[in-house]
């Protein structure tokens, strides 16, 4: 089976890393080809274009920012949907819009494609060392006949139902990551300005109740001021925007959520998009005036 894939991010190029590991025929291509440069020493091959790159597929997974990306590679002039035959799979692994993602897979049917979301999760620090989360969403035969080049792909698979399901439970799961991350920072935050130490405090959060795996990644990124590069902070407000679209649209409270976004929102303004994803930290440090420096880990 002939894998194509576009999008080579921080986690799309991990991602794809596993596929090649795996022995799977791949092509790849990305804005970048500088990013493709492991890939190809793997035994990758490169496509100038998403239009070629499905050409020669069978399967085309993408791995993109933000919906207008998708939309490009999907729908541009030398998009995907120009090269796909029938009988291939477009297999999506962006945090996008759902309603987006419904509108390509009625076309993309019609043409005799399947079509399955599966969006990736578990942060970057996993994606390096191969650990790769994703959530399904599409026909249950669609994913019982892809589910070799998936589980190719990640380590964690949950099938969430029909299409649409697994963008909801992305889009839940990286909410809920937010939040923890500001109320992280507030705690931190908190403690310094009560003269904890703050070495000691993220110590004791990470083996209390409250510990999580974002007080252990995200901590020590608080600490050192360099606020998580591999992410940034207009995708941050990107997800939240979808994902409080969608709240809305099923009537869901989001009263937690909201607060939050209001501090991801002005980070991404007050620092741009491309800031680091725990700039929030650096909102919360800048309304005390004390900086959350400490040593990590423990000397």
């Not at 009988?87 to 419904?102: E, N, P």
């Not at 703050?198 to 974002?214: D, M, V």
């Not at 990107?238 to 929102?265: N, R, S, W, Y």
Request: with cysteine; proline share 4%; hydrophobic share 45%.
């Amino acid at each position: 089976m002939k894998i194509g894939f576009i999008g080579l991010g921080n986690m799309g190029e991990p991602a794809a890393a596993n596929l090649a590991r795996k022995k799977f025929a791949l092509t790849v291509h990305d804005l970048h080809k500088d990013r493709a440069q492991r890939l190809l020493g793997m035994g990758a091959a490169w496509a100038a274009s998403p239009r070629e790159i499905a050409a020669a597929s069978d399967v085309v997974i993408t791995c993109l920012p933000a919906p207008k990306d998708v939309a490009a590679v999907v729908e541009g002039p030398d998009g995907v949907i120009h090269g796909l035959k029938r009988g291939a799979a477009w297999i999506d692994m962006s945090t996008s819009d759902l309603h987006q993602m419904a509108r390509f897979a009625e076309q993309l049917r019609g043409m005799g494609v399947t079509v399955l979301e599966a969006t990736a999760t578990g942060g970057v620090h996993n994606a390096r060392e191969g650990r790769v989360t994703l959530f399904i969403g599409g026909h249950r035969a669609d994913y019982e006949k892809y589910r070799p080049v998936i589980e190719g792909v990640a380590n964690q698979v949950f099938y969430m139902g029909e299409l649409g399901r697994a963008t909801i439970t992305k889009l839940i799961t990286n909410m809920m990551c937010f939040v923890h991350q500001v109320a992280l920072a507030e705690g931190l935050s908190l403690g310094a300005q009560a003269g904890i130490d703050s070495t000691t405090l993220l110590e004791a959060i990470q083996a209390s109740y409250a510990g999580s795996f974002s007080a252990e990644i995200d901590g020590p990124q608080i600490l050192d001021g360099s606020y998580d590069k591999t992410f940034t902070i207009g995708l941050v407000a990107k997800d939240m925007t979808l994902g409080l679209a969608l709240a809305k649209e099923h009537k869901a409270p989001m009263k937690v959520v909201e607060a939050a976004a209001g501090i991801v929102f002005k980070a991404r303004d007050s620092y741009g998009p491309e800031a680091g994803a725990l700039t929030t930290a650096r909102v919360i440090e800048e309304q005390t005036g004390k900086l959350l420096r400490a040593p990590w880990p423990r000397k």
